[in-house]
């Protein structure tokens, strides 16, 4: 495993008067999927989102590369190799499927570069390949979520932000795509996940951090965290 690819230092996220995440310190290295698990509201998508320049910390540091993020526009992060999928499939929907994926490689110059990828996201999601001068508001859920994961990797980028990527998908769908994160991940791009799907998320990482009331409670390898009393007792069921 190379060095640290992200490191955030002690940052404070607020909401109004409200601190969503109270000094959190998180290192991601280079080709590594790390999850982020917890309750609803405990900090996690807050992270993704001062990570992706979405919510800028009120104090603390977030390096990319060894440069100060922190308080970069979400453009320039995602020109520096950042792409952040969000929660809840935000596609265009007045876009065909097709013109979705090409906002999502917009900063791109390199056109052959495009057209393989492109024809890589249709063969990751064929469902998508049948459709794809369909309106994406026409879409499933679970179709939907597909387009966001590949319009996400059509940017080509360093490391990728998913944020409840299963939320809300049938059961057959989740396992679909958790098998194209984990596929990210063996191709050699780093991971950041937000997941409420606690124990496949910690099978599948290969670090992962337990969010509490806005703080970080646990650190671990997967299984160190599948193995944890706590973890079991309050987010594995058991």
Request: glycine residues 10%.
């Given at each position: ?16 008067k ?16 790390v ?14 989102k001062?990570?992706?320049g979405?919510l800028?910390?009120?104090?603390g ?28 499939r935000?596609?265009?929907?007045q ?12 900063r ?7 057209t393989?990828?492109?024809g890589r996201m249709?063969?990751?999601f064929?469902?998508?390949a ?28 360093k ?22 994160i ?7 791009m ?6 409420q ?6 099978d ?13 409670s646990?650190?671990g ?6 193995d ?9 069921g058991?």
């Amino acid at each position: 495993m190379e060095s640290s690819m992200l490191e955030i230092n002690n940052i404070i996220c607020r909401y109004g008067k409200v601190d969503a995440i109270k000094g959190v310190s998180i290192v991601v290295k280079k080709g590594e999927l790390v999850t982020l698990i917890g309750a609803n509201g405990a900090g996690k998508t807050s992270t993704l989102k001062a990570i992706s320049g979405l919510l800028p910390p009120v104090s603390g540091r977030i390096c990319f590369e060894g440069v100060d993020i922190t308080k970069a526009s979400p453009q320039h992060i995602l020109s520096m190799g950042i792409a952040h999928c969000p929660e809840g499939r935000r596609v265009f929907p007045q876009m065909t499927i097709q013109e979705n994926l090409e906002i999502g490689a917009y900063r791109r110059k390199d056109k052959a570069g495009i057209t393989a990828d492109m024809g890589r996201m249709f063969d990751n999601f064929p469902k998508l390949a049948e459709r794809r001068h369909q309106m994406a508001g026409t879409l499933s859920g679970g179709e939907q979520q597909m387009l966001a994961i590949g319009r996400a990797l059509m940017s080509r980028p360093k490391l990728v932000l998913f944020d409840e990527p299963s939320l809300g998908l049938a059961p057959n769908i989740v396992e679909r795509t958790f098998e194209i994160i984990r596929r990210v991940r063996d191709d050699g791009m780093t991971v950041l996940m937000v997941e409420q799907n606690a124990y496949a998320a910690l099978d599948m990482c290969d670090r992962a951090y337990l969010f509490e009331s806005g703080s970080l409670s646990l650190e671990g390898t997967g299984k160190d965290m599948i193995d944890d009393p706590h973890v079991r007792k309050a987010y594995l069921g058991g």
